[in-house]
């Protein structure tokens, strides 16, 4: 059986009704097209300096974290460990040079073992804005019991007045405040 073809007013009618093209997708979300390529270089070059710095409080302590800023991480081609450059403000190079053990010890629990091996500090301003300022902690400051300030008095009777006396009986007297009763 022999099939005819549509008039012309046939196909434009089968035309407006039906699409000729389908309809195109939208396209994909960035970042699922990126999640799988991320975790690759997740998998074979180890978590990046940004995750250490926002966590950089969390694993060195908020001391620390207060006079230092992580700046990169340097592999080595062979693959190997690599080794974290750090910068520090100022005199508590010191500090980090002491800790460097501790401190490298705990970047590699939260890398992974053995990611890094070597700390280079480099002394400099701190670039992170959201520095803290140091915690100062305060003193009750309330007077002595009368016991308290007699049984000082008494320790220190035999000491010439001046400023030694002074001075001790001030220290004294904070050393006793510090005392819990």
């Known amino acids: 059986m022999a099939r005819t073809l549509p ?3 046939e196909s434009l009618r089968i035309l407006a009704e039906r699409r000729t093209r389908p309809a195109r997708r939208p396209t994909p979300v960035a970042s699922r097209a990126l999640t799988a390529t991320l975790k690759a270089f997740e998998g074979k070059f180890g978590k990046s300096s940004d ?13 620390l ?3 230092t800023e992580p700046v990169k991480i340097a592999r ?3 693959g ?3 080794s974290l450059e750090v910068r520090v403000d100022g005199p508590a190079a010191t500090l980090v040079q002491h800790q460097a053990g501790e401190i490298l010890a705990r970047v590699n629990l939260f890398l992974g073992e053995g990611a890094v091996d070597r700390l280079r500090i480099v002394q400099g301003p ?7 300022p140091p915690v100062v902690r305060t003193r009750p400051r309330g007077p ?3 016991a308290k300030e007699q049984a000082l008095a008494e320790s220190l009777e035999d000491l010439p007045e001046g400023p030694l006396k002074a001075a001790l009986a001030r220290l004294g007297r904070e ?5 819990t009763p």
């Open 7 to 9: 008039t012309l007013e």
């Open 51 to 63: 995750g250490l710095k926002a966590h950089w409080s969390e694993i060195v302590g908020a001391n």
């Open 65 to 67: 974290a207060r006079r």
């Open 76 to 78: 080595t081609r062979a």
């Open 80 to 82: 190997g460990p690599g």
């Open 126 to 132: 701190l670039r992170n804005a959201l520095r803290q």
């Open 144 to 146: 002595l019991d009368a």
């Open 175 to 179: 050393v006793l405040r510090d005392k």
